[in-house]
């Protein structure tokens, strides 16, 4: 949709300095932090101390208790609420309980991606501007600096709008974005600060001062290699933590605090395409000494405290991860004690709090409540119809017209961008079931309706691959279903996710006919694999539509990274959904559905 020129109004800035008695003596990036003039301990002055660092990460732009696909109030079968209204409640709770001075804040990154408040401002009404005109602020910056953030590292999401829009965000923000492994790309030198040392008073004796390292993710070189290549590189997370660890100690931290954007499972979805770890929080945490304590983000799973024993000096690291979208705030409580003049680490605790039972904080909706109405008014406008209810419930073990309104539209649009060869090559697409809860219903058919099918902001590719590429290509997604024996009942509730294989990973293909049996083991699942009824020779060459997040190696599919380019676009395929519906008028289904797919045990049909 294009973007709607609108009244503002003039949101007023916090001041970097109220209530900040933390954060006033902050240094970000490669600067050590002021020497103050009253860093020798008074004989009266006291000998332990108490502070916390309490945590967020992976927000993805959830400002208020609110669900833009359904426009109504958040809510799940675990009672969860989401959005940072309601944790800047708890945050004032932990201020108020502890004292203002005893308390940092700090994220854990995904922040600017991952609801249509978001699309909004980077799309819409974007915060870079349109036409010469000054854009809005990011309601993730308002809220953040009305919370008092000390510091967020990147998110691999951050990048999903292109570096303009992350520029602009960070200069948005009273606080710093940290990536000490994302780093220029021709210097090699950091491209965002590394670091910053804040300073946490304490009344006649040194100030503790605590070193905050953030790293992100090396993904970004692969899931947005559009936006990046040739300007932004991303070393591995211990690389970077080896070299910047010891550099805050040298500064004469007496705390050093990491927030990874990266798991810490020591797994990777993207295989052996990187030389980097995915999910390395927890080998920072083994291999790296000097560290007190960890922010993990990036994984979406909650883990209120967990341990890991440094190989080289056998100190216990501390690591907490607090779930996503504000489901939950780490809180990590630190004693120190005082020695010749310096701050030791006596004891550590962490512990993760549940924001669903505190009201959101008036002041932010109050900040924000204009935005939040402008994004719910843009999502509930209607661009057609839709001649029959359309449903995403079985779309994960079968082949259901919804689907294939995604496929269709990849489709359309690659073939109308191929050269006059390649047109000539068979076309396919392939595609994630992102929700199971998506419906368009029958009737008026509006951008909330879209945007809850598709829920990503991807972009699309067409790649060629051959034939025995694409039969190992759909092996590869067919390790999403668990083994089920002939002659054994299938229960849908326990048929997916085999191999910790997510919905989002887990890819159809519309152009070609297969069966997928799940009788069988992995890696001999794909049977009676065709091409318009003739079965697919090794040597075919196809062209095969495919979102750009698995185009670059997302997941870790076999052959797609590396596969010669067809066509590429920087438009969003949610939008380009969306101009579909708005060209036809009508969604019909029977204008694109076909069943080319099905799951078989032994050969027989299972649905």
């Given at each position: 949709?294009?973007?709607?020129?609108?009244?503002?109004?003039?949101?007023?800035?916090?001041?970097?300095?109220?209530?900040?008695?933390?954060?006033?003596?902050?240094?970000?990036?490669?600067?050590?932090?002021?020497?103050?003039?009253?860093?020798?301990?008074?004989?009266?002055?006291?000998?332990?101390?108490?502070?916390?660092?309490?945590?967020?990460?992976?927000?993805?732009?959830?400002?208020?208790?609110?669900?833009?696909?359904?426009?109504?109030?958040?809510?799940?079968?675990?009672?969860?609420?989401?959005?940072?209204?309601?944790?800047?409640?708890?945050?004032?709770?932990?201020?108020?309980?502890?004292?203002?001075?005893?308390?940092?804040?700090?994220?854990?990154?995904?922040?600017?991606?991952g609801t249509s408040l978001a699309y909004y401002f980077a799309r819409v009404d974007p915060i870079t501007g349109t036409d010469g005109k000054r854009g809005p602020r990011h309601p993730m910056a308002v809220a953040m600096n009305h919370m008092r953030y000390d510091a967020a590292a990147l998110g691999n999401h951050e990048f999903n709008y292109g570096i303009d829009v992350l520029r602009k965000f960070e200069s948005q923000c009273h606080f710093p974005l940290l990536g000490a492994n994302a780093l220029d790309a021709k210097t090699l030198r950091p491209a965002f600060a590394p670091y910053t040392v804040k300073r946490i008073c304490v009344p006649g004796a040194p100030d503790i001062k605590v070193g905050i390292l953030g790293l992100t993710n090396p993904g970004i070189a692969l899931w947005d290699k559009d936006n990046v290549s040739g300007k932004m590189v991303f070393p591995g997370l211990v690389e970077q933590a080896k070299k910047y660890v010891p550099r805050l100690r040298a500064l004469g931290c007496d705390v050093v605090f990491l927030t990874d954007h990266s798991g810490?499972?020591?797994?990777?979805?993207?295989?052996?395409?990187?030389?980097?770890?995915?999910?390395?929080?927890?080998?920072?945490?083994?291999?790296?000494?000097?560290?007190?304590?960890?922010?993990?983000?990036?994984?979406?799973?909650?883990?209120?405290?967990?341990?890991?024993?440094?190989?080289?000096?056998?100190?216990?690291?501390?690591?907490?991860?607090?779930?996503?979208?504000?489901?939950?705030?780490?809180?990590?409580?630190?004693?120190?004690?005082?020695?010749?003049?310096?701050?030791?680490?006596?004891?550590?605790?962490?512990?993760?709090?549940?924001?669903?039972?505190?009201?959101?904080?008036?002041?932010?909706?109050?900040?924000?409540?204009?935005?939040?109405?402008?994004?719910?008014?843009?999502?509930?406008?209607?661009?057609?119809?839709?001649?029959?209810?359309?449903?995403?419930?079985?779309?994960?073990?079968?082949?259901?017209?919804?689907?294939?309104?995604?496929?269709?539209?990849?489709?359309?649009?690659?073939?109308?961008?191929?050269?006059?060869?390649?047109?000539?090559?068979?076309?396919?697409?392939?595609?994630?079931?992102?929700?199971?809860?998506?419906?368009?219903?029958?009737?008026?058919?509006?951008?909330?309706?879209?945007?809850?099918?598709?829920?990503?902001?991807?972009?699309?590719?067409?790649?060629?691959?051959?034939?025995?590429?694409?039969?190992?290509?759909?092996?590869?997604?067919?390790?999403?279903?668990?083994?089920?024996?002939?002659?054994?009942?299938?229960?849908?509730?326990?048929?997916?996710?085999?191999?910790?294989?997510?919905?989002?990973?887990?890819?159809?293909?519309?152009?070609?006919?297969?069966?997928?049996?799940?009788?069988?083991?992995?890696?001999?699942?794909?049977?009676?694999?065709?091409?318009?009824?003739?079965?697919?020779?090794?040597?075919?060459?196809?062209?095969?539509?495919?979102?750009?997040?698995?185009?670059?190696?997302?997941?870790?599919?076999?052959?797609?990274?590396?596969?010669?380019?067809?066509?590429?676009?920087?438009?969003?395929?949610?939008?380009?959904?969306?101009?579909?519906?708005?060209?036809?008028?009508?969604?019909?289904?029977?204008?694109?559905?076909?069943?080319?797919?099905?799951?078989?045990?032994?050969?027989?049909?299972?649905?």
């Amino acid at each position: 949709m294009p973007a709607h020129p609108m009244n503002r109004r003039q949101f007023m800035h916090t001041s970097a300095a109220t209530g900040a008695a933390v954060a006033a003596a902050g240094t970000v990036g490669l600067a050590a932090a002021p020497a103050r003039a009253a860093d020798q301990q008074s004989e009266k002055g006291p000998r332990t101390w108490s502070f916390s660092i309490l945590g967020t990460t992976d927000l993805h732009s959830h400002v208020f208790d609110w669900d833009y696909y359904k426009d109504a109030a958040y809510s799940d079968s675990k009672g969860n609420s989401v959005g940072v209204a309601r944790v800047a409640t708890l945050i004032k709770q932990q201020r108020e309980a502890k004292g203002e001075e005893r308390v940092l804040l700090v994220d854990a990154g995904d922040i600017i991606q991952g609801t249509s408040l978001a699309y909004y401002f980077a799309r819409v009404d974007p915060i870079t501007g349109t036409d010469g005109k000054r854009g809005p602020r990011h309601p993730m910056a308002v809220a953040m600096n009305h919370m008092r953030y000390d510091a967020a590292a990147l998110g691999n999401h951050e990048f999903n709008y292109g570096i303009d829009v992350l520029r602009k965000f960070e200069s948005q923000c009273h606080f710093p974005l940290l990536g000490a492994n994302a780093l220029d790309a021709k210097t090699l030198r950091p491209a965002f600060a590394p670091y910053t040392v804040k300073r946490i008073c304490v009344p006649g004796a040194p100030d503790i001062k605590v070193g905050i390292l953030g790293l992100t993710n090396p993904g970004i070189a692969l899931w947005d290699k559009d936006n990046v290549s040739g300007k932004m590189v991303f070393p591995g997370l211990v690389e970077q933590a080896k070299k910047y660890v010891p550099r805050l100690r040298a500064l004469g931290c007496d705390v050093v605090f990491l927030t990874d954007h990266s798991g810490l499972d020591g797994s990777s979805s993207y295989g052996d395409e990187l030389p980097y770890v995915e999910n390395a929080s927890n080998l920072v945490a083994q291999q790296v000494p000097g560290i007190d304590a960890i922010l993990v983000g990036h994984t979406h799973v909650e883990v209120p405290s967990y341990t890991v024993k440094n190989e080289e000096n056998g100190e216990d690291v501390l690591l907490s991860e607090p779930y996503c979208w504000g489901y939950r705030l780490s809180v990590f409580d630190f004693e120190v004690e005082l020695h010749h003049g310096r701050w030791k680490v006596t004891g550590k605790t962490a512990q993760t709090l549940n924001p669903n039972t505190v009201a959101e904080d008036p002041e932010i909706s109050k900040l924000l409540e204009a935005d939040h109405e402008l994004v719910v008014k843009y999502v509930n406008t209607a661009v057609g119809t839709c001649a029959a209810d359309l449903s995403a419930a079985e779309s994960c073990w079968k082949d259901v017209p919804i689907m294939d309104f995604i496929h269709e539209v990849q489709m359309q649009t690659v073939k109308a961008g191929l050269s006059a060869s390649d047109a000539a090559l068979p076309l396919i697409s392939v595609a994630a079931p992102f929700s199971r809860t998506a419906d368009i219903p029958q009737g008026d058919v509006t951008i909330k309706d879209i945007a809850g099918l598709y829920i990503y902001d991807n972009t699309l590719y067409g790649k060629k691959l051959t034939g025995a590429q694409l039969k190992d290509y759909l092996e590869y997604a067919a390790k999403y279903y668990h083994q089920v024996p002939s002659g054994t009942a299938v229960n849908t509730a326990t048929l997916t996710n085999a191999n910790n294989f997510w919905d989002y990973m887990y890819d159809t293909a519309a152009g070609v006919s297969y069966e997928i049996d799940i009788a069988q083991a992995e890696g001999s699942r794909i049977k009676n694999l065709t091409y318009n009824g003739t079965a697919v020779a090794d040597d075919q060459v196809f062209v095969v539509a495919v979102n750009n997040y698995r185009a670059n190696g997302g997941s870790g599919y076999p052959h797609i990274a590396s596969a010669g380019i067809a066509y590429s676009s920087t438009n969003e395929i949610r939008q380009l959904m969306i101009d579909y519906v708005v060209a036809k008028g009508t969604l019909d289904p029977a204008g694109f559905a076909v069943t080319n797919w099905k799951l078989t045990q032994a050969g027989t049909p299972v649905f």
